[in-house]
Antibody
Framework: EVQLVESGGGLVQPGGSLRLSCAASGFAFTTHWMTWVRQAPGKGLEWVANIKKDGSEKYYVDSVKGRFTISRDNAKNSLYLQMSSLRAEDTAVYYC?????????????WGQGTMVTVSS | QSALTQPASVSGSPGQSITISCTGTSSDVGGYNYVSWYQQHPGKAPKLMIYEVRNRPSGVSNRFSGSKSGNTASLTISGLQAEDEADYYCSAYTSSYTVIFGGGTELTVL
């Protein structure tokens, strides 16, 4: 079964750090770009970052540049999001998702999400 | 960059058709045929419904269709069913490998 499972969410104080993980299974992880998308409580989806198949290229939404780092370990079939200097506005459910290898700019598989709460 | 513009809510009766619009600019929706639509039920992860403007993945009902004209993309759902009640989001490629989503539309089946 093709699956993405996020972990690492939790409560963190403003200015703190957190590392999210996403474990992939059931497909050839190395053949897909990957992405993180977040959703603040009661709000819409927001694309956060993406990473090329081999990790050589990474792109971020302006609001997280310099604070978040996306990475992957293809040997472990895992995607990561290192978040630092966290702000209240980073509070959201964070989803990892897979870029389709056949269709352009399409997220065809999503994880169930992990909640990040930034609060004192 | 601001989110793509979608109506906050739409509604329809079972069996009817509804259309959700997604308006952007020539730098995103209008510039590329890389518009996707996602369905999200409460507390669930989004699900891909339409890719590359008008294509349906295997397993998605043919009641769902997509189109685009200029800077506006549209999702049409025909023969509305109770199970279609959900939030719908469009997304588009913006350049430099970045993506933008719409603000989301809540569909109510009356």
């Amino acid at each position: 079964e093709v699956q993405l499972v996020e972990s690492g969410g939790g409560l963190v104080q403003p200015g703190g750090s957190l590392r999210l993980s996403c474990a992939a299974s059931g497909f050839a992880f190395t053949t897909h770009w990957m992405t993180w998308v977040r959703q603040a409580p009661g709000k819409g989806l927001e694309w956060v970052a993406n990473i090329k198949k081999d990790g050589s290229e990474k792109y971020y939404v302006d609001s997280v540049k310099g604070r978040f780092t996306i990475s992957r370990d293809n040997a472990k079939n895992s995607l990561y999001l290192q978040m630092s200097s966290l702000r209240a506005e980073d509070t959201a459910v964070y989803y990892c998702a897979r870029y389709s290898s056949d269709w352009y700019v399409t997220f065809d598989i999503w994880g169930q999400g992990t909640m990040v709460t930034v609060s004192s | 960059q601001s989110a793509l513009t979608q109506p906050a809510s739409v509604s329809g009766s079972p069996g009817q058709s509804i259309t959700i619009s997604c308006t952007g600019t020539s730098s995103d929706v209008g510039g590329y045929n890389y518009v996707s639509w996602y369905q999200q039920h409460p507390g669930k992860a989004p699900k891909l419904m339409i890719y590359e403007v008008r294509n349906r993945p295997s397993g998605v009902s043919n009641r769902f269709s997509g189109s685009k004209s200029g800077n506006t993309a549209s999702l049409t759902i025909s023969g509305l069913q109770a199970e279609d009640e959900a939030d719908y989001y469009c997304s588009a490629y913006t350049s430099s490998y970045t993506v933008i989503f719409g603000g989301g539309t809540e569909l109510t089946v009356l």
